[in-house]
């Protein structure tokens, strides 16, 4: 027998996330993004479940996309933030992928290699974000230079929203002008992150990019009509590895944080912050034991937690318990942590990750 934290992953709960982004933004294509290992997820897993519906992979850099190549992924790669050096063309070039182009650097890169292929490139725009990309008076140029090199195909223009998880933020539309009047309307264009393919259609334009959302988090603080949909794709459990009794006014953990208010049957949960828990959840956030929820008592440790099972008299050791899941909004608790679910998924450590088709 092993420590029994794992993350159990829906695939099936990814594919129709992708297939709500797509009713939600009809008309576009769909870069499915699978960055920093589908945020969590397992990249390849995730792409060969997506691979016969998705139109597309976005990644954040070369070794992500190879890893999808050599995996067998045919379909169009992104890379988010193009190349980072002259000598990765060459695998651009052989491995057939698309790629951002947001510096002037990048578009000498371009403008000197020798592909086989013409490049398919986005151009992007900081509409402001003000990360990267060309400003909006050098877009035009910027354009005009790629479209005039022979290493360039296929051109795009791509560009970032900054405030799109905030439904009715005037941001966005200011955003979306900059890009227009940057743009002229002259190329095809990819704006929308999850939250803006849920929520803010003008952004939707040529291919959308959903992220969060395929993992069946919403991008929202609150609750959103277009969100409800979504499935949680990853479920976070353990098991009760040991029960104790305690009388009222006995502290838990580290620093005493949790005192029993009350004679307390407190639960010990094999996971803590090394496997990506996180380490700043109040006391009272939820996990959920056979089908109840039981809240966090006493600072998360390192390997452990505990919680308070005094209202769960049948709970015994070896009881599965959800960290989050179906049952456990990812999001709520993130907030709750003072994180995002991003930061959450991202961050696991440690656990199995075993994937269900
Ligand atoms: C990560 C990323 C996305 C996806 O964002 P979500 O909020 O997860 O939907 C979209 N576009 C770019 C450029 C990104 O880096």
Not at 74 to 88: K, M
Request: hydrophobic share 50%.
């Amino acid at each position: 027998m092993s420590r029994p934290a794992r993350a159990r992953i829906d695939l099936a709960a990814i594919r129709h996330n992708y297939l709500h982004a797509k009713s939600c933004a009809p008309s576009a294509r769909a870069w499915a993004v699978v960055k920093a290992d589908a945020y969590g997820h397992g990249a390849v897993a995730v792409a060969r479940a997506l691979a016969p519906v998705a139109d597309g992979f976005a990644v954040a850099f070369l070794e992500e996309a190879l890893e999808l190549r050599e995996s067998g992924i045919e379909g169009p790669i992104l890379l988010l933030e193009g190349v980072f050096a002259p000598d990765e063309l060459a695998a651009v070039d052989r491995a057939g992928l698309d790629m951002v182009v947001h510096a002037e650097h990048q578009l000498e890169w371009i403008a000197a290699a020798r592909p086989e292929r013409p490049f398919g490139c986005w151009l992007k725009v900081d509409s402001g974000m003000h990360r990267v990309g060309f400003a909006p008076p050098e877009v035009a140029a910027a354009l005009a230079r790629l479209r005039a090199c022979p290493q360039v195909g296929r051109l795009r223009a791509i560009s970032h929203l900054a405030r799109a998880d905030e439904p009715g933020e005037p941001y966005s539309a200011r955003q979306l002008a900059a890009f227009d009047d940057a743009v002229a309307g002259v190329v095809p264009a990819s704006l929308a992150n999850s939250a803006a393919v849920l929520d803010l259609p003008t952004a939707h334009r040529d291919w959308v990019r959903p992220g969060i959302m395929l993992y069946g988090v919403s991008p929202f603080d609150t609750a959103h009509p277009n969100a409800a949909a979504l499935r949680p794709a990853m479920t976070l459990e353990s098991a009760l590895i040991a029960i104790r009794t305690l009388p009222a006014g006995e502290p838990v953990g580290y620093g005493g944080r949790f005192v029993c208010r009350r004679p307390s049957r407190i639960g010990v949960v094999a996971i803590g912050y090394a496997d990506g828990y996180p380490r700043h959840a109040p006391d009272g956030v939820a996990v959920m034991v056979r089908g109840q929820r039981a809240p966090l008592a006493g600072r998360v440790s390192m390997d452990m937690i505990t919680v308070d099972l005094t209202d769960l008299p049948e709970a015994v050791v070896g009881d599965r318990v959800e960290l989050w899941g179906a049952r456990i909004d990812a999001g709520a608790l993130a907030r709750a942590s003072d994180t995002i679910a991003y930061q959450l998924f991202t961050n696991l450590k440690r656990v199995r990750v075993e994937h269900q088709r």
